[in-house]
């Protein structure tokens, strides 16, 4: 019976080997290899210290990733070539008398991605080297603006998730934010499952996980990225025993962590390492310890960190090399001490003294939160945020969005929040369509060259009035300057010596544009703005306008 057991292995891992060979993985796309190992193990995760598979590209390049366990005998390890033609790969296991896992050697073939979503067709996001912003692999830029759906993956029914996402496709969203355990803002899936138990030797749930796999999958099918939290760390409130980046052990959390990026790391993704948590202070070396012990180079994807509200960890952080993106979360709150934060905090101050990365606001003001934060906050907080720093993206949230609220439902471990609108309901509000105008205005711009410019402002209005700040933007040739202004304003700028502008408005409310004037004396442009509400100003250079920094009292007329 043992010799014919030891038969069947053999030719389970044959066939899985021939599989491998024939099947064609396809570039920039998620592709699968699957083992079967010949050790019966208890608790796998634990005693089965690394798992791990090296490819070499048809050009000679070698690339290292973790497989995973995924329940019985089953192993998988997930991976996303980026050459086309015959890749070849090993697996190591710390396990050297595995059979299955250890030793394992095959090849593929990757062929061209004719899918037409920018991911396939230009790569994963990057960050380029010495940039602010984010980009294709192909160097395509990569404006981000993302939806916060955190329950979306633990909660939706497939049709909810596919009506969810073509939404948020329709209306220019790219990056979907979303958590991939239990967590205190829902405590199972909706299979009644959870993702771990334990806490002193964690058990991995892979049924739980296989949910998670098929909304992740169906993100990247839209053409979105997915921005998966990998351990949500809250300290604070109900519900702290369920967040596993506060309350497992550090090499607990390493453990899940490690298992989570295995898992998804083939997938377009963005990680979040920690949710909603704090990372300085007594916490900073954890954290510093989870990061690179998680991403010590075995894994695909950026990684950003979701802090707590009001939380800067850009100079503690900033020579972390695993960190590419710089998050925030500015709260929910339009309050003078939260504008001012957003407005004239770290951010605006730090960015051109740390090294290049993206700055983003990951968690701005949800729309309908606690009924104080209106469409006008949303835009505020995400306008203001967005020119705080040289531009990069911004996230959305609705307070019915994240925990996927259906009629009759409650907000698990947070304030009662009665009359809240459904998840259904919440994506159509206005706040939610505005963002998606915002995205489709940066993106006529070569954005990725504009930079904080508040030095251009003689007065700023933000000064005498917190909630009037005026903020600027301008392309690094001056070609162009932005402005955002939160309420109608005459305004003065000190126009860039040898050039000349026309001005335009942009209506953020309504998607609409029209013509503008301004007043030059010597180098000062005065502008007012032409409406009571919230406008972006356009100054465009223009070539035929014949006008010298001397002239003085000259009108400039834009167009529509």
Same mark, same amino acid.
């Given at each position: 019976?043992?010799?014919?057991?030891?038969?069947?292995?053999?030719?389970?891992?044959?066939?899985?080997?021939?599989?491998?060979?024939?099947?064609?993985?396809?570039?920039?796309?998620?592709?699968?290899?699957?083992?079967?190992?010949?050790?019966?193990?208890?608790?796998?995760?634990?005693?089965?210290?690394?798992?791990?598979?090296?490819?070499?590209?048809?050009?000679?390049?070698?690339?290292?990733?973790?497989?995973? =366990?995924?329940?019985?005998?089953?192993?998988?390890?997930?991976?996303?070539?980026?050459?086309?033609?015959?890749?070849?790969?090993?697996?190591?296991?710390?396990?050297?008398?595995?059979?299955?896992?250890?030793?394992?050697?095959?090849?593929?073939?990757?062929?061209?991605?004719?899918?037409?979503?920018?991911?396939?067709? &230009?790569?994963?996001?990057?960050?380029?080297?010495?940039?602010? &912003?984010?980009?294709?692999?192909?160097?395509?830029?990569?404006?981000?603006?993302?939806?916060?759906?955190?329950?979306?993956?633990?909660?939706?029914?497939?049709?909810?998730?596919?009506?969810?996402?073509?939404?948020?496709?329709?209306?220019?969203?790219?990056?979907?934010?979303?958590?991939?355990?239990?967590?205190?803002?829902?405590?199972?899936?909706?299979?009644?499952?959870?993702?771990?138990?334990?806490?002193?030797?964690?058990?991995?749930?892979?049924?739980?996980?296989?949910?998670?796999?098929?909304?992740?999958?169906?993100?990247?099918?839209?053409?979105?990225?997915?921005?998966?939290?990998?351990?949500?760390?809250?300290?604070?409130?109900?519900? !702290?025993?369920?967040?596993?980046?506060?309350?497992?052990?550090?090499?607990?959390?390493?453990?899940?962590?490690?298992?989570?990026?295995?898992?998804?790391?083939?997938?377009?993704?963005?990680?979040?390492?920690?949710?909603?948590?704090?990372?300085?202070?007594?916490?900073?070396?954890?954290?510093?310890?989870?990061?690179?012990?998680?991403?010590?180079?075995?894994?695909?994807?950026?990684?950003?960190? &979701?802090?707590?509200?009001?939380?800067?960890?850009?100079?503690?952080?900033?020579?972390?090399?695993?960190?590419?993106?710089?998050?925030?979360?500015?709260?929910?709150?339009?309050?003078?001490?939260?504008?001012? =934060?957003?407005?004239?905090?770290?951010?605006?101050?730090?960015?051109?003294?740390?090294?290049?990365?993206?700055?983003?606001?990951?968690?701005?003001?949800?729309?309908?939160?606690?009924?104080?934060?209106?469409?006008?906050?949303?835009?505020?907080?995400?306008?203001?945020?967005?020119?705080?720093?040289?531009?990069?993206?911004?996230?959305?949230?609705?307070?019915?969005?994240?925990?996927?609220? !259906?009629?009759?439902?409650?907000?698990?471990?947070?304030?009662?929040?009665?009359?809240?609108?459904?998840?259904?309901?919440?994506?159509?509000?206005?706040?939610?369509?505005?963002?998606?105008?915002?995205?489709?205005?940066?993106?006529?711009?070569?954005?990725?060259?504009?930079?904080?410019?508040?030095?251009?402002?003689?007065?700023?209005?933000?000064?005498?009035?917190?909630?009037?700040?005026?903020?600027?933007?301008?392309?690094?040739?001056?070609?162009?300057?932005?402005?955002?202004?939160?309420?109608?304003?005459?305004?003065?700028?000190?126009?860039?010596?040898? &050039?000349?502008?026309?001005?335009? =408005?942009?209506?953020?409310?309504?998607?609409?544009?029209?013509?503008?004037?301004?007043?030059?004396?010597?180098?000062?442009?005065?502008?007012?703005?032409?409406?009571?509400?919230?406008?972006?100003?356009?100054?465009?250079?223009?070539?035929?306008?014949?006008?010298?920094?001397?002239?003085?009292?000259?009108?400039i007329r834009g167009k529509s």
């Amino acid at each position: 019976m043992k010799k014919i057991a030891q038969l069947l292995f053999i030719l389970t891992v044959s066939w899985t080997l021939i599989q491998a060979q024939t099947q064609d993985a396809k570039m920039w796309q998620k592709y699968e290899l699957t083992f079967t190992s010949s050790t019966v193990y208890e608790n796998p995760v634990q005693q089965v210290r690394s798992f791990e598979i090296t490819f070499y590209s048809p050009g000679g390049m070698e690339k290292t990733i973790n497989g995973f =366990w995924d329940g019985g005998a089953t192993w998988r390890a997930r991976f996303m070539p980026d050459e086309p033609g015959k890749w070849v790969y090993e697996t190591r296991c710390s396990d050297a008398k595995n059979q299955g896992l250890n030793g394992q050697k095959g090849f593929f073939n990757c062929v061209s991605n004719e899918r037409q979503e920018a991911i396939y067709m &230009h790569g994963p996001v990057t960050n380029p080297n010495g940039t602010y &912003h984010l980009a294709h692999a192909d160097g395509t830029p990569f404006f981000w603006l993302a939806c916060t759906a955190w329950n979306g993956a633990l909660k939706s029914t497939d049709d909810e998730w596919d009506h969810y996402l073509k939404q948020r496709v329709d209306n220019s969203y790219n990056v979907i934010q979303l958590v991939t355990t239990q967590w205190r803002g829902c405590d199972k899936s909706s299979e009644g499952l959870v993702a771990f138990t334990g806490c002193g030797r964690i058990s991995i749930n892979p049924e739980f996980f296989r949910l998670i796999d098929q909304k992740i999958d169906r993100v990247n099918d839209y053409g979105l990225v997915a921005a998966p939290v990998v351990l949500w760390t809250l300290q604070s409130g109900s519900g !702290r025993e369920l967040s596993p980046g506060y309350y497992l052990p550090d090499d607990q959390a390493i453990l899940l962590a490690k298992y989570i990026v295995a898992r998804y790391g083939a997938n377009h993704v963005v990680w979040f390492l920690g949710g909603d948590g704090n990372y300085t202070g007594n916490y900073e070396q954890r954290w510093k310890t989870i990061g690179r012990a998680v991403f010590d180079g075995k894994h695909q994807g950026l990684v950003a960190q &979701h802090p707590q509200g009001r939380s800067w960890i850009g100079e503690i952080y900033r020579d972390e090399p695993w960190l590419d993106i710089i998050g925030y979360q500015s709260s929910h709150s339009n309050a003078e001490g939260t504008v001012n =934060w957003i407005t004239k905090g770290p951010m605006s101050k730090m960015w051109d003294k740390l090294p290049a990365r993206p700055l983003i606001n990951l968690e701005p003001n949800y729309e309908q939160i606690g009924f104080r934060i209106t469409e006008k906050d949303v835009r505020n907080a995400a306008w203001w945020s967005l020119f705080a720093t040289p531009i990069a993206g911004i996230s959305y949230g609705a307070n019915g969005i994240w925990p996927w609220l !259906r009629e009759g439902e409650i907000i698990l471990n947070h304030n009662p929040a009665p009359g809240t609108s459904l998840w259904n309901e919440s994506i159509e509000f206005p706040g939610s369509i505005q963002m998606g105008y915002l995205a489709q205005f940066i993106r006529k711009f070569m954005w990725w060259n504009f930079y904080p410019a508040q030095e251009l402002l003689v007065d700023q209005p933000g000064d005498e009035k917190f909630n009037h700040f005026v903020s600027l933007v301008k392309s690094s040739d001056n070609r162009f300057i932005l402005a955002y202004i939160p309420v109608k304003h005459t305004i003065k700028l000190r126009k860039p010596y040898g &050039h000349n502008y026309t001005v335009r =408005w942009f209506d953020p409310v309504n998607n609409t544009y029209s013509a503008g004037t301004a007043t030059v004396d010597g180098t000062i442009m005065t502008i007012t703005s032409p409406s009571d509400g919230d406008m972006v100003m356009i100054l465009e250079e223009q070539s035929d306008v014949n006008l010298k920094p001397r002239d003085r009292r000259i009108v400039i007329r834009g167009k529509s």
